[in-house]
């Protein structure tokens, strides 16, 4: 299980779950940046850098599917301008049409300048709907897994800094997660953020050191990693035990960009 390659015939699916209530514009750790700027950063790096995955010479090949799904306010797909109103969209679209581009000077380079393509801007505005958010993930990875059957199955990544304001999440996370495609079971990782200071709880295989009952919570939703995500972890100096999940609690801004580099790594992309 878990070991189907990714190709243009066999493409991978993965779906971002983005908290946006308005307690997302405090600070992120100790850092000056907010929880929804730093959140925002990262996930444009990260798409950015499966974009450059997907690059062979002049072409992006389409061997992910990806999604921006965010809740506060509202709840819906996130995507802005050409994309506006996609639950998923093949990665050369989103390579394609970006929100904006940014000019960026390299810091070696102050002649050489660079346009940083934005996918995702910052909101914090009203409450955390997870549970909405959740089962309007499924209504999206359920066609998709049907369509792709013979694929890895999807992959979803929920960050949030925050308990859910619309119920209990652990039942709707299990459906979430009963959702499979030949190659195993949908993938469900969490991510919380917060304004501590306090360190990180990275990649637990127990509840036991967790600090409260909301932590506990996000425990319980998330899908234990797969040894080639274990591997990729071990290899970038991150230490974990047996049956480690992708769960983060805590995370400051480092362990934020850690934790959705390896809860991405699916199995190896090929170049057909």
């Known amino acids: ?17 983005v908290d946006r209530s308005t307690s997302m514009e405090e600070p992120l750790g100790a850092s000056s940046a907010s929880k929804a700027d730093s959140l925002a950063q990262a996930v444009n790096r990260l798409v950015r850098n499966l974009v450059l995955q997907c690059q062979r010479g002049e072409q992006i090949r389409d061997y992910y599917h990806l999604g921006l799904i965010g809740y506060g306010a509202t709840v819906g797909s996130i995507f802005g301008g050409d994309l506006a109103g996609h639950n998923l969209v093949p990665i050369s679209r989103v390579a394609d049409y970006p929100l904006r581009l940014v000019s960026e000077t390299l810091p070696d380079s102050p002649n050489v300048s660079l346009d940083r393509p934005i996918w995702l801007e910052p909101v914090a505005n009203g409450g955390t709907p997870m549970v909405k958010a959740i089962d309007t993930a499924g209504a999206v990875v359920v066609d998709w897994a049907n369509e792709h059957f013979d694929s890895f199955p999807p992959i979803v990544v929920n960050v949030s800094d925050g308990a859910a304001t619309d119920g209990d999440p652990r039942s709707m996370a299990e459906q979430l997660r009963s959702v499979h495609t030949r190659d195993g079971a949908l993938l469900l990782f969490n991510v919380n953020v917060s304004s501590s200071p306090g360190p990180a709880v990275q990649y637990p295989n127990t509840p036991r050191d967790l600090p409260d009952a909301y932590a506990r919570t996000l425990f319980d939703m998330s899908s234990e990693l797969t040894p080639y995500m274990v591997a990729v972890a071990r290899g970038m100096g991150l230490v974990m035990g047996e049956g480690a999940r992708g769960f983060v609690f805590n995370a400051d801004s480092g362990a934020l960009s850690e934790f959705l580099d390896v809860g991405t790594r699916v199995s190896q992309v090929t170049d057909r």
């Open 1 to 17: 299980m878990y070991t189907q390659p990714i190709d243009r015939a066999h493409p991978g699916c993965i779906i971002f779950l």
